[in-house]
């Protein structure tokens, strides 16, 4: 149980899909991250909300949108994806500068 | 822009020995460095970490220094045991006051040799 669930585990979809990734934290956090990891690269961190509000866009191209309904839940839609864009999209979350808590990520492959 | 470089990418080590893996970062206003470990099919999960105002910790079979000037850290593992495989990433972070800024490693792949 780590406290951030994210959802699907897996995703497979072509490159006109449009599709979404879901993120829950259940730990009271009030920040949350979106990040990508690809093979062989550092985590790469794509979006940062805190309080709903976005406060980093890490020059994500636009057909990655980001959205914080509320400081539980984060989305990252997806659309028209390429397939350099097949990665593991990683949630965090963190509280006042304490450590970051990571879900399980969702596993994208784009076709 | 700033970076954390992490070293070796992969290491390979026979069971119960120590491993070894370090990182340099180049921001100087980094006061925060975890290390987390991401086993297969798993997000990465916090097993040690450190703040700039401590130069070593240690947690059973699990230690961390820091050299602050140098701008290096380290974690060291000893007595090594097969569930200890894993990547194993650390960052260099700056804490803010409701956020934080964090930087990753590239990871280091470590093996134990039963």
């Known amino acids: 149980e780590t406290g951030v669930t994210q959802t699907p585990r897996h995703l497979v979809m072509g490159m006109t899909n449009k599709k979404s990734l879901k993120c829950e934290q259940h730990?009271?956090?009030?920040?949350m991250y979106w990040y990508k990891q690809s093979a062989k690269k550092p985590l790469e961190l794509m979006f940062v909300y805190n309080f709903k509000e976005q406060t980093e866009n890490n020059s994500v191209p636009s057909r990655f949108s980001p959205e914080c309904p509320n400081s539980s839940h984060l989305f990252l839609h997806l659309h028209t994806l390429q397939p350099e864009d097949s990665a593991l999209y990683l949630c965090a979350s963190s509280q006042g500068g304490q450590p970051q808590h990571f879900g399980d990520g969702t596993r994208l492959s784009i076709l | 822009g700033e970076n954390v470089e992490q070293h070796p990418s992969t290491l390979s080590v026979q069971e119960g020995d120590s491993a070894v893996i370090k990182c340099t970062y180049s921001d100087s206003a980094s006061n925060y460095f975890p290390w987390y470990k991401q086993e297969l099919g798993k997000g990465p999960q916090l097993i040690i970490d450190i703040r700039s105002n401590v130069g070593e910790k240690k947690d059973q079979r699990i230690a961390v220094t820091l050299n602050k000037t140098a701008k290096h850290f380290s974690l060291h593992i000893t007595e090594t045991q097969p569930e200890d495989s894993a990547v194993y990433f650390c960052a260099a972070e700056t804490s803010y006051s409701s956020a934080s800024k964090i930087i990753f490693g590239s990871g280091t792949r470590l093996s134990i040799r039963p």
């Open positions: 730990l009271g956090h009030n920040a």
